[in-house]
């Protein structure tokens, strides 16, 4: 009755099934397949800095005493336990980062071979590190994570509302239309939009149809860098009904995954980011032919192992070259002019980090913005080179890199669970129409095992994009 053949065809229709379809991703050279290949090469190296280095697992900023732009930060502090942040005592402070604390910029700069004399002309974010170090204070990424705090509501919905609306651009396109109506839903009764001082460049004189491939990226990077966010809280979720850390499905989906264009922004901003490493490894390169050191801080200043785990990392980067062809932007007269517009808007967003509630999320915003930053700064201002970037620079593109790998892996174990749980239904479905108890209730318990199956015959199967 069920030949070979026709077996085979169900074999396949249940692996598309569980396997996600492949996505494009406007704006870039790949593919959703594309990025889960390139994240699970590198998926092993970044613990090995963002864990186990005393470099890149530490975070210099200023993280209590920066002046929000848009109101009194006294105002709106999250008084919950899980916003709070360890700081780190001055005698807890790594060795690697006293360093460049301690001593004077003029003997810094012999020492490590790093440009010390910073060109903020260049920046695409405002650097704690350069413009308040004396209110800097040092924090361990590693006992500080990510994750749920609880931090929401007005203030938070004022937050976003306001990086929407004043430094991202209205385009003139389909999509972003759908996206700024879907805007609209920020207002709720008695709200209003907090002012930042008034731009010449204000969003709504900059004509819809002026360098619109830019606009579309700084408003996908804003997208992706939010949406990354929320996969992080839905990952690390606080169930408070069983006092335990969870994976939240529904979270993930309000949130994220019910909106496909912000799946999409988390896979451009990885393609961001990882072009960042591309040019990274050109320059390592050039400077291994030139046997001058390699990044700032230098060898000297870094074990062996996370200057390896860097290198690798770059180079691993490298073998897919073109994943964004960041020559297409800013390439015209009109958009190399408005790069100054992208520059501050982007640069306003990272000042607005400063108006965040809660501090754990105030320290992940900040540093996230600026691993975005410096990611834009290494693309688009071809006279940057990696001695230039502080080293708040480059551990923040380190981490931040980490991150947006961690939402691309979230995306895939979200999507593979929504599809398990809607298959666990329909068989559930199919077994009470079809048997009496007590089968139902046995099958029916047999049919909700079926996503520990699933998962355990990905792994067997060694499913490429997932290992
Ligand atoms: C910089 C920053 C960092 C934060 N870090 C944390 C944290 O570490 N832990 C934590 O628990 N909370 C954090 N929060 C709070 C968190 O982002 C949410 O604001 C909060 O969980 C409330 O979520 P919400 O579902 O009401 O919608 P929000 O996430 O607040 O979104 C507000 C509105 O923005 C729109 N929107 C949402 N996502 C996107 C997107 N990707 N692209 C375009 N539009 C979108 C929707 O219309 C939505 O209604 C942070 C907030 C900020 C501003």
């Known amino acids: 009755m069920f030949g070979i053949s026709k077996l085979v065809t ?91 604390s301690d001593v004077d910029p003029s003997s810094k700069k012999n020492e490590t071979k790093c440009n010390w004399e910073h060109n903020s002309q260049l920046d695409y974010c405002y650097l704690d590190e350069v413009s308040s170090e004396q209110d800097c204070v040092f924090v361990s990424l590693v006992n500080n994570p990510e994750r749920f705090t609880g931090y929401s509501g007005d203030h938070t919905a004022a937050i976003w509302r306001n ?23 920020f207002y709720k009764p008695g709200m209003y939009p907090f002012q930042l001082s008034p731009k010449e460049d204000d969003i709504l004189t900059i004509s ?17 860098f939010h949406a ?40 451009f901003n990885y393609a961001l980011l990882h072009q960042a490493f591309v040019r990274i490894a050109d320059q390592l390169v050039e400077m291994e032919n030139n046997s001058t050191s390699s990044f700032c801080p230098d060898n000297l200043a870094i074990d062996a192992r996370t200057k390896l785990a860097f290198d690798n ?32 808007h982007f640069h306003d967003v990272s000042r607005i ?10 320290l992940w915003g900040k540093l996230q913005i600026t691993g975005y930053g410096t990611a ?61 108890a007590p089968t139902r209730e046995i099958l029916s318990f047999f049919a909700e095992q079926l996503w520990y199956i699933f998962y355990a015959i990905l792994y067997i199967c060694n499913v490429p994009r997932l290992i």
Request: charged share 25%; net charge negative; glycine share 2%.
């Open 10 to 100: 169900i074999w396949h229709a249940v692996w598309a099934y569980l396997l996600l379809p492949n996505m494009g991703i406007s704006q870039t050279e790949v593919d959703t397949d594309a990025i889960y290949g390139m994240q699970s090469r590198i998926r092993t190296l970044l613990p090995v800095m963002t864990e186990q280095s005393d470099y890149f697992s530490n975070y210099k900023l200023n993280l209590y005493r920066a002046e929000c732009p848009l109101w009194d930060n006294d105002n709106a502090m999250c008084s919950s336990q899980g916003c709070a942040v360890d700081t780190l005592e001055e005698n807890e402070v790594s060795d690697v980062w006293k360093r460049f």
């Open 313 to 344: 990392l770059a180079f691993i980067a490298q073998q897919d070259r073109k994943v964004i062809m960041s020559s297409k932007f800013f390439a015209d007269e009109e958009s190399q002019k408005f790069k100054e517009t992208f520059r501050k």
């Open 228 to 267: 990354s966010i929320s996969s992080h809280i839905c990952e690390n979720y606080y169930d408070t009904n069983r006092n335990r850390w969870t994976r939240n499905l529904e979270c993930w989906l309000a949130k994220v995954g019910n909106y496909p264009e912000r799946i999409e922004n988390i896979f």
């Open 376 to 436: 834009l700064k290494l693309l688009f201002e071809p006279e940057t080179q990696l001695n230039d970037l502080r080293p708040s620079e480059i551990v923040a593109l380190v981490n931040t890199f980490d991150r947006i790998a961690h939402s691309v892996q979230s995306s895939f174990w979200f999507q593979l669970r929504r599809r398990a749980d809607l298959s666990v239904k329909f068989i559930q479905f199919v077994i009470a129409l079809s048997f009496k």
């Open 208 to 224: 819809p149809s002026v360098a619109s491939q830019e606009k579309r990226m700084l408003n996908k990077i804003i997208s992706g």
């Open 163 to 185: 990086i929407y609306e004043q430094n991202c651009f209205v385009v003139d396109d389909d999509e972003s239309l759908k996206e700024k109506s879907r805007r609209e839903s």
């Open 353 to 362: 980090m400063d108006c965040v509630g809660c501090d754990k999320c105030r």
